[in-house]
């Protein structure tokens, strides 16, 4: 497989809300090249492309994107390795030609906005990658390409048609993705720079892991927190938890082996108002914090610490805080929809202004608070809400900053002993921040669901189902202890108020295991017997060798991810697990030869 340097082209938002795209023809990819008023300079070493992008003109200008157009040599069909963009974004492997984009599909900004960095739609014919990719050709040749980084701005892999008489002749776009960000005149940014790798296409995961432990260590990734074991209160109760079901799972925990003890959405007053606990909770947070603590666990919390609700105290105080929309008519930016929470505006949720000092400000204030009141484990959910389009107070900043301001906020306050779990998160630009990451969709008491059934067509597998979780899982296990731990959702035990059987149960127990990944436990502990204490336990003495390898710099691999569109095997140095994804039955065989270790 080869790559041939074609173009360099740059996307300009106008203040209309148009875009203009200009392009530069390239031979020798190395150089300097004049797009309008845009300059971007490009030096490629064998394993490395450097670029900077600058703005020479008079004006300012919005820049959306910056992309290296190659043109791909390589024998039909192209496989894509789909990396999504947050925690809930699914991954896996597609067919260049066959497979599409499911904003194609979808045309809904909101969603769109939710779980990719672009929220336009892609053209027809694409496939798109975040972050990082591996293309493979039919011989079996990989190609790795990743962003070394993610927080000055996101990264996209377009593999696209070259044009409308050559749709089957590939394209592979890099693109620096700064969202609309404004560049001011003489001003010349640094972009992330895109380091490449060969290897074959049963390697992927080797590959993968590669990469993001050399992006680990780049951006001190945070990798030293204990392996976590732990119960969490949503895949039970959901919003219906109270303080007696939390204070009656507490009791029934001392045989249990859980160190943290997490409550999830339900408490809070309103979206926004963190601090106040609404009627079901009769007692504050610090005495809840104190009563967790007592039983001898660390206190988690749940909070979504980027939004914020119209019926809040939050917003009725300062409803100067939101970023704008910016489209017609203006008003506050809506970034997500849960009627269930309430608060006004047809189940609209607004996106608090994470470039604006005293939205920052805010944040740091609250993460100490919920430290103070006992909580030194906070889940920081639907944090994607920084990155869509709008009018944001600092327009220098690209959405990664905007992403990243927010948690960098948040671990200030919060201080360095706290954990912090990113869910719903953009992955690229919290590295270094975040000790643990959700990486990907929520389970549910049932495997799969059926996608003629999604509630936005492309995007069923974003909805909750535990064989959701379990694609992502294998897909991001190469992620863990290089980048933050692993968080794959929690285990399912219950057999009664459940679809799960108990061998999906444990199949799904057992992958968590194998990954090396969190394992919390999210059920009603009163429904709970012998058999599931048992599952667990094989689960958490899975979990503790594939994490221990994994902080040896080699964890759990994936030899077919490049083969199935939802992978069936799962590798760890001790164990083997293989599963039909169909209906989560499975196989766990101890592994004789200790696989090769990586670089
Ligand atoms: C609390 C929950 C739990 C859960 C989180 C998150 O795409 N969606 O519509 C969608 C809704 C909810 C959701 C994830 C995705 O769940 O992952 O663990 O904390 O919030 O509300």
Redesign the pocket.
């Known amino acids: 497989m080869q790559l041939v340097p074609l173009r360099i082209e740059a996307t300009l938002d106008d203040r209309r809300g148009s875009e203009r795209r200009l392009t530069a023809n390239i031979g020798d990819i190395s150089g300097t090249f004049a797009l309008g008023p845009v300059e971007v300079t490009v030096e490629r070493t064998d394993e490395r492309v450097s670029w900077t992008v600058a703005n020479r003109g008079d004006v300012a200008c919005d820049v959306r994107a910056v992309s290296l157009v190659f043109g791909v040599e390589a024998s039909a069909p192209l496989r894509m390795f789909r990396h999504g963009y947050q925690?809930?974004s699914p991954c896996g492997v597609a067919t260049f030609g066959v497979d599409t984009d499911p904003s194609a599909q979808a045309g809904v900004e909101l969603v769109q906005a939710?779980?990719h960095a672009d929220q336009r739609t892609t053209r027809a014919d694409e496939l798109r990658s975040e972050w990082v990719t591996v293309v493979a050709d039919a011989a079996g040749d990989a190609m790795l390409l990743g962003f070394d980084g993610g927080g000055e701005h996101d990264g996209t892999f377009r593999l696209r048609g070259s044009d409308q008489a050559h749709r089957d002749r590939a394209e592979l776009c890099t693109e620096a993705f700064l969202g609309g960000a404004r560049i001011e005149p003489g001003e010349q940014r640094v972009l992330h720079s895109v380091l490449m790798a060969r290897g074959d296409a049963a390697e992927a995961s080797v590959l993968l892991a590669d990469w993001a432990r050399h992006v680990g260590r780049a951006h001190r990734a945070r990798v030293t927190a204990p392996f976590q074991i732990g119960w969490?209160s949503?895949?039970h109760y959901?919003?219906n938890i109270t303080e007696a079901a939390l204070r009656a799972n507490l009791a029934l925990s001392t045989d249990w082996p859980f160190e943290l003890f997490q409550l999830?959405?339900?408490y809070q007053a309103a979206i926004g108002d963190w601090l106040l606990t609404n009627d079901t909770f009769p007692s504050k947070l610090d005495a809840l914090a104190a009563s967790i603590d007592a039983a001898g666990r660390t206190p988690g919390i749940?909070l979504?610490p980027f939004l914020v609700a119209p019926g809040s105290e939050l917003f009725d105080r300062r409803p100067d805080w939101v970023a704008a929309y910016s489209g017609e008519g203006g008003g506050p930016l809506r970034t997500?929809w849960?009627p269930?929470?309430g608060g006004g505006d047809e189940g609209f949720l607004y996106g608090l202004d994470t470039t604006n000092p005293e939205v920052l400000a805010y944040l740091e204030d609250l993460a100490r608070d919920l430290v103070d009141a006992g909580f030194q484990y906070l889940?920081l959910?639907?944090t994607f809400s920084p990155s869509a389009d709008g009018v944001w107070t600092d327009r220098a900043m690209t959405p990664a900053q905007r992403v990243r301001a927010g948690f960098e906020a948040i671990r200030r306050g919060a201080g360095d002993d706290t954990f912090l779990l990113g869910?719903?998160a953009p992955l690229a630009p919290i590295v270094g921040l975040v000790d643990g990451v959700?990486i990907g969709?929520?389970v549910a008491p049932t495997w799969s669901i059926d996608p003629a059934s999604a509630?936005v067509p492309g995007y069923a597998a974003?909805?909750?189902a535990t064989k959701h979780a379990y694609g992502n899982t294998l897909a991001r296990s190469f992620m863990h202890r290089q980048l933050w731990l692993n968080d794959p959702?929690?285990v399912m035990l219950r057999t009664v108020d459940t679809d799960l059987t108990s061998e999906q149960a444990r199949t799904w127990a057992h992958t968590v295991g194998v990954s090396g990944g969190m394992v919390l436990v999210s059920d009603d502990l009163a429904l709970l017997d012998g058999d599931a204490r048992a599952v667990l336990d094989e689960a958490t003495e899975l979990g503790r060798k594939s994490d221990a390898d994994a902080a040896a710099g080699r964890p759990a691999i994936v030899p077919d991810l490049l083969d199935e569109q939802v992978p069936r095997r799962l590798c760890s140095a001790t164990h083997e697990l293989v599963v039909d994804p169909g209906d989560a039955t499975s196989m766990l065989q101890r592994r004789q030869a200790r696989r090769p270790t990586s670089r």
Do not use: H, M, Q, V
Request: aromatic letters at 28%; hydrophobic letters at 35%.
């Open positions: 925690s809930w939710t779980y969490c949503w895949y959901f919003g999830d959405d339900g749940w979504a997500w849960n269930a929470w889940k959910d639907f869910c719903g959700r969709p929520d509630l974003i909805e909750p959702d929690c």
